[in-house]
């Protein structure tokens, strides 16, 4: 369930990906994404922290992960 | 941070002030043998940091030490405005002639320091200055500049008294004041102050507030008078609701959603940034408000602070609406704090446009923040609206019912 102002997506081909997964954790600083054991996990909690900061789009191949403002959305 | 009476006046003996002989006791036994020591009557008053005491019965006067062991008994029960005492203070009646007011404390109005005198000491001096106000003078002075006993000896002079009693009064409120700043007090207040029947002069009650922000700067005189770090002090004891607003702000350690204070009113207050609180509380107050609650948010609270804040200010019986205002903030995040409200409304089963009267936070982020609000359909503005016609907003909106 994404989060009320927050949906952060990850596409499925680099989801399983230990090595994106690892940057993904390093890089958010409101712990958004978890490095597991099959890859990266969107810990859905903490997505209306997030702070817009755009480090997850550098940490991980371009157009691999987006942020969505929900409330730009009709 | 409150003093008990009895540092209160340890300090003022320290720097010189006339005090009666007077001993601290924590039994029966001990009230007796010290009611002995001291000789003649005495007055028996519990320690505790909340006024009311006289009406409360936990003042007595005793003609010998076993009635101040009596009387000792009589007062340990007592609660004060629900603080239980925290000792008993027996000290020597005083054979008074005259009692006199004097405080010294912040004028916010004109950002000074104010001594307040009145020569009806011993009563409530809010009474006395609505009653007798030709018998209070307020005289400011600066906390930068030198001060002299010339100030003090006008505090007291344009309070009518002369002679020999204002010669005598001149250098008791001069130290009063140099203390009030030496140790950067928010009240230094002696009441009553009291000219004895031989014409001596001696403090019978005084009552002190540090800034508790100053605790660091003045802990040798904290260790001296046996206060600990751990020593709160607040006047009364927090209320469920206050608790619960100190966990909102202990268990995230992301800015400050916290500072919770519980009032009678209607209108929650989710206010802070640099002084906007009190600026807010105040202006809410002015407009004919009434908040429910003081707090301060500020240094970029998480969402979820934000939102756990919200929910537990719309959780108190009674408060329809909350109002979300601050100054303009550099360091906070407007459109986290706009996620926080909103869904603090939701989870707590409210609708946001309905249970937020006004969002005022101007600032960092305000763009992005007015695109939630707006989503959401809550009335907000921005700086070209003043922190006081915001409060009024709100107010409008809570005496409209809408």
């Known amino acids: ?74 | 941070m409150r003093f008990y009476e009895y540092e209160s006046k340890a300090l003022f003996e320290k720097r010189g002030l006339p005090l009666g002989p007077r001993h601290l006791v924590t039994s029966a036994d001990e009230a007796r043998a010290k009611a002995a020591e001291i000789g003649g009557s005495v007055v028996l008053k519990s320690q505790v940091l909340s006024g009311g005491r006289m009406k409360a019965g936990a003042v007595k006067f005793a003609d010998t030490p076993d009635e101040a062991a009596a009387h000792f008994e009589a007062i340990l029960p007592i609660e004060v405005r629900g603080e239980k005492p925290h000792s008993i203070l027996v000290e020597s009646k005083s054979p008074i002639a005259q009692e006199y007011y004097v405080a010294v404390t912040w004028d916010g109005r004109n950002k000074k320091p104010v001594v307040i005198f009145s020569d009806m000491g011993g009563i409530d001096i809010e009474e006395v200055a609505e009653t007798h106000p030709e018998h209070v003078s307020k005289t400011n002075f600066s906390s930068l500049l030198p001060i002299t006993p010339r100030l003090a000896k006008e505090a007291i002079g344009a309070a009518t008294v002369s002679g020999s009693d204002l010669n005598k009064l001149t250098p008791i409120v001069f130290e009063l004041m140099k203390i009030f700043l030496e140790y950067d007090l928010t009240l230094a207040e002696i009441n009553p102050l009291a000219r004895l029947e031989d014409g001596s002069f001696a403090v019978l009650d005084g009552h002190i507030d540090m800034e508790a922000e100053a605790r660091g700067s003045h802990k040798a005189l904290l260790k001296e008078l046996g206060i600990g770090d751990d020593e709160t002090r607040q006047a009364r004891p927090p209320t469920p609701f206050e608790i619960e607003g100190a966990k909102v702000n202990a268990v995230d350690h992301r800015g400050v959603a916290g500072n919770v204070v519980e009032f009678d009113g209607d209108l929650g207050l989710v206010i802070g940034a640099g002084g906007g609180s009190l600026t807010l509380f105040d202006a809410v107050r002015k407009h004919g408000g009434k908040p429910a609650n003081y707090c301060e948010i500020g240094g970029n609270p998480s969402q979820s602070k934000a939102k756990n804040l919200t929910k537990l200010i719309l959780s108190k019986p009674g408060v329809d609406k909350i109002a979300v205002m601050m100054n303009v903030v550099s360091n906070t995040r407007v459109d986290i704090v706009a996620r926080g409200v909103i869904a603090g409304c939701i989870e707590a089963g409210r609708d946001p446009s309905e249970a937020i009267a006004i969002f005022r936070i101007p600032g960092a982020w305000e763009e992005e923040g007015f695109k939630i609000l707006e989503k959401y359909g809550v009335d907000y503005c921005d700086r070209s609206v003043s922190m006081y016609d915001a409060a009024g907003r709100a107010v409008a909106k809570m005496q409209a019912g809408s």
């Open chain 1, 1 to 74: 369930m994404p989060g009320l102002f927050i949906d952060v997506q990850v596409n499925a081909d680099v989801k399983g990906d230990a090595e994106i997964a690892r940057k993904l954790e390093e890089s958010c600083s409101v712990d958004i994404f978890k490095a597991t054991d099959a890859g990266v996990e969107v810990v859905e909690a903490n997505l209306d922290e997030c702070v817009l900061c755009d480090l997850c789009l550098a940490a991980a191949p371009e157009g691999s992960v987006r942020v969505v403002k929900l409330y730009e959305q009709d």
